[in-house]
């Protein structure tokens, strides 16, 4: 394979030398496969929720132990397109375009009434599923669970941004899947989600269908000496020096959200440059920028009081109680009952988060935007 120009890598997976630590986690997502267990991994977004599970993915095959399967149901809308989600992994996992997909897979296509044809940019398979009633999802769905059943090595389903199927029109959703992941108890489930408190909720509120069906693993920032012996070691090969000061202010400034800490690290690296203060504020001040039209729109979202609610949450980075009197007065927001509407709203929605019993943006580069104006 080959080596990335950039070793701060900022999409997909490239391989274990170009992927910081999580050893805690990686022999955590072992003894869940080794010991026949689902799991389930949430943390705020842009965290490296997808590259861990493919870098278990890549020992789990090194080791010929078993078989990784990725989906992501972001984007999708109804059980339908899930459903079309998972055979088209199905496809692009055990289907080989020089060959075809084989008569297994074949039988497995014809079943659920799927045609495979190859994608015209990316040469990928895709597959094509005609209409189908909500009542056929889940015999496609068994048909999909007795064909992986059938492999000879252990297969591990990641479902990633599995909360979205909270928003699917259909009812008992959760129940459908619930019961596809129970009657196929030698497939391994992994489910993955951003929207922190949903995820907490699915797997454990005793009314939903998923309770304690899984094991729980917050994803939490990469250690910090971890993390920044691998960034010194890169730079050092690239012959640029970076102080554990220059480190340490991109950890500050980043929150350690491990897709912003690789940005301005990948933004560093390409400048090959001495790495000094300023451009370091260089860097910091470009990547905002580039997101201001984004950003900008995204406040014609919001009210005046929510965006004045924002603004004070950014300005103080975390809030013990967006309700007190001391924090309301200061930022001038009136009654406390609008702050927790307002603020309500913002959880539901994911745009702030409470962590460690404190209430933050989630997102870190949209609170650095917010703090510039």
Known sequence: MRKPANPFV?????SPGYF?????????????????RNSVIYSRRRMGKTALINHFFHHLEKKKSGQGIFLDLLGTTNISEANRKIASAIVQKFGNPQKGIGAKLARLMGAIGAKVGLDPVTGAPEISIGLQQKEEIPHSLEAIGRYLSDEKKPIVICVDEFQQIVNYPEKNVEATFRAWAQSFPMIRFIFSGSHRQM????FSEASRPFYRSAQLLHLDPIEANAYREFIISFFKKNKQAISDDHIKSIFDWTRMQTYYVQLVCNKLYGRGTTIDWDTIEEVFHEIVQQEVPLFSSMQQLFTSFQWK???AIAREEYVANPLSKDFIGKHHLGAASSVSTALN???EKDFVLKEHDEYTIQDT???????QL
């Not at 900022?10 to 490239?14: E, M, P, T």
């Not at 910081?20 to 026949?36: A, G, M, S």
């Open 10 to 14: 900022l999409s997909g997976y490239h």
């Open 20 to 36: 910081c630590d999580r050893e805690e986690e990686l022999k955590w997502l072992f003894d869940q496969f080794d010991n026949e």
């Open 199 to 202: 995820m907490i909720s699915m």
């Open 309 to 311: 609610l924002l603004r």
């Open 345 to 347: 709203n913002f959880l």
């Open 365 to 371: 580069l949209f609170m650095r935007y917010i703090q």
